[in-house]
T-cell receptor
Framework: GQNIDQPTEMTATEGAIVQINCTYQ??????LFWYQQHAGEAPTFLSY??LDGLEEKGRFSSFLSRSKGYSYLLLKELQMKDSASYLC??????????WGAGTKLIIKP | IAGITQAPTSQILAAGRRMTLRCTQD?????MYWYRQDLGLGLRLIHY???????GKGEVPDGYSVSRANTDDFPLTLASAVPSQTSVYFC????????????FGPGTRLTVL
């Protein structure tokens, strides 16, 4: 079966660094997406990895290891506005996204 | 219109009623999708369309139907609503199905009583 696993909730302090992990099992693999979703709003795109390694985009970075079926999202210099849910999604062989339940990130001052 | 819009924003519906959720995008994207999002679960794909004139079933298609008469519009119909269809429904679009980011509409919160 297809499955995406990520922690349900994490807490971090403003100004700190947090890493949100995601493991995936998909039928075929065409890339790994991360989305941010604030409460009551739509998901918005953060990153897409299809090759192994780290992709850096400002304060956010995303890492992929295809051999381990593993990805993480790294958020640096945390700000209160980063409080949101972070959704991991794998693109399967049919080019359909398989979504994790999301990690709710709580930022404390 | 800028991006992708959905209507209505929210709706309370009696069980057994027919309901159509509307979705329109102005980005000329080929692919469109309907998801439902329930507490504690990931987004689940209901139906999709890779290009105008074609549709396909996702993970949870039962009780829903879609049409894609043109590039811009992708309505989702509940023929006879049931309480288990209470959810937040998101429409999304992407330039193509192959690895492009999906852009999401603001969502429709549907309650079936």
């Amino acid at each position: 079966g297809q499955n995406i696993d990520q922690p349900t909730e994490m807490t971090a302090t403003e100004g700190a660094i947090v890493q949100i992990n995601c493991t995936y099992q998909t039928s075929g693999f065409n890339g790994l997406f991360w989305y941010q979703q604030h409460a009551g709003e739509a998901p918005t795109f953060l990153s897409y990895n299809v090759l192994d390694g780290l992709e850096e985009k400002g304060r956010f970075s995303s890492f992929l290891s295809r051999s381990k079926g593993y990805s993480y999202l790294l958020l640096k210099e945390l700000q209160m506005k980063d409080s949101a849910s972070y959704l991991c999604a794998g693109l399967d062989s049919n080019y359909q996204l398989i979504w994790g339940a999301g990690t709710k990130l709580i930022i404390k001052p | 219109i800028a991006g992708i819009t959905q209507a209505p924003t929210s709706q309370i519906l009696a069980a057994g009623r027919r309901m159509t959720l509307r979705c329109t995008q102005d980005m000329r994207h080929n692919a469109m999708y309907w998801y439902r999002q329930d507490l504690g679960l990931g987004l689940r794909l209901i139906h999709y369309s890779n290009t105008a004139g074609t549709t396909g079933k996702g993970e949870v298609p039962d009780g829903y139907s879609v049409s894609r008469a043109n590039t811009d519009d992708f309505p989702l119909t509940l023929a006879s609503a049931v309480p288990s269809q209470t959810s937040v429904y998101f429409c999304a679009s992407s330039d193509s199905a192959e690895g492009n980011e999906q852009f999401f509409g603001p969502g429709t919160r549907l309650t079936v009583l």
